[in-house]
């Protein structure tokens, strides 16, 4: 459990790091400089989402839903300047729960 804490947050931050340089270069007229640390993140995210220890990868990418989902709500006040509302945290909060479950529960 404790990898996981530490593995599924880390994978969060690259993707949505490597989503926004694409984003940015898109949408904002970012220079397509932008894409090449992207594209590390993504990379990076990929390989970190592969160490989470699950017996199964749909196991794995379901938990890690509800930690891309809170995740990408601190990058929307911490990089983006908006203040998530009281709905984006009552999401993020269920979203973290159903996680939780996924990741915890006792299974033979």
Known sequence: MRMTMLVLPAAALLEIAG????????????SALWLIPGAAALAGFALLL???PAEHAGRAFAAYGGVYIAASL??????E??????WDLLGAGLCLA???VIIAAPRA
Do not use: E, Q, S
């Open 81 to 86: 300047g908006l203040r998530p509302d009281r």
């Open 19 to 30: 989503c926004f340089a694409v984003w940015a270069w898109w949408r904002g007229g970012a």
């Open 74 to 79: 601190a990058w929307l006040w911490a990089v």
């Open 50 to 52: 592969a160490l989470a």
């Open 98 to 100: 159903g996680a939780a």
